[in-house]
């Protein structure tokens, strides 16, 4: 199953246990969230088209992270005239992990494991000494 849904100005085709990356949004992490505009819904056998939005149609995500997106470079000049300009840009993003996909009846969820235990680290081990230097003679 999977699901078309307009989200932050663009559309993502998304299934249970996909991540996508979007725009920035508020939410702290862990944070659920139900998206209703679903364009389109397919469960293998039949596909709805919504007009704009169908109905009955959600989608549920879980916040996972925010980050920043890679750097983009923009270069501006104008040649033989001494003119150079040179920025960057960030993108803020949030990530989602997309958890169920539901069309009235029909549903499909993803099965959200638990999140592994933090490892407690080993103390660092000592510093190997260092050989001593072979004395000649």
């Known amino acids: 199953m999977y699901s078309v849904i307009d989200l932050c100005g663009q559309q993502f085709k998304v299934s249970p246990g996909d991540r ?40 549920r ?18 040649r033989r005239k001494d003119y150079k300009k040179k920025t960057g840009h960030r993108q803020d993003l949030t990530e989602l992990l997309i958890t169920e996909v539901s069309l009235g009846a029909k549903k499909a969820v993803f099965a959200l494991k ?22 000649k003679g």
Do not use: M, Q, W
């Open 114 to 135: 638990e999140k592994p235990a933090k490892k407690e680290e080993a103390p660092a081990a000592p510093a190997a000494a260092a050989p001593e230097a072979k004395k």
């Open 20 to 59: 996508i990356n979007i725009f920035s949004i508020e939410g702290t992490p862990d944070k659920e969230l139900t998206l209703n505009k679903v364009l389109l819904f397919s469960d293998g056998a039949e596909t709805v088209i919504g007009k704009p939005y169908l109905e009955d149609a959600r989608v």
């Open 61 to 78: 995500a879980l916040v996972v992270a925010h980050r920043r997106d890679d750097k983009v470079i923009v270069f501006k000049k104008r």
